[in-house]
């Protein structure tokens, strides 16, 4: 009789890992703990930076905790500016290939700049927390789907 060792896959996936961020001197954190819990409760995984992170520290912490997408929350019209040093630093540490969205009060004449950039999705204020919701697991299921080839 003989035995045979079949490996498969895992039937049960991890949650979606977010890391919600507030860098530089934005103090107004309502909306990142709002969208925080938001995430939480429709299933999330979710690590939250705390106020006046640096660029580093993001990526840092992205790095360190293996997140599936950044979530930076800006509100003091930096966004442009600090999007561009994330990006820039994620593909300074091979960590590119991690989404990273944006939210808060962000100009609609910044919408375009964002996404040419690299940001991959932007809500603005009064976006529903489903729409959200999905966005964020159909990024992080392309991204998963594209580590997995």
Sequence with gaps: MSMELTLSRPTTRRKVKVLVAKIGLDGHDRGAKVIA???RDAGFEVVYTGLRQTVDQVVAAAIQEDVDIIGVNQHEGSHVYIARKLLEKLREYGADDI?????GSIPVVDLD???????????LPGTP?????????????????????
């Design 99 to 103: 989404p990273v969205v944006m939210g």
């Design 113 to 123: 700049v964002l996404k040419n950039i690299g940001v991959r999705e932007v809500f």
């Design 37 to 39: 819990r938001a995430l």
């Design 129 to 149: 927390i489903n729409e959200i919701v999905d966005k964020l697991l159909r990024i992080a299921e392309e991204r998963r789907s594209r580590r997995e080839v």
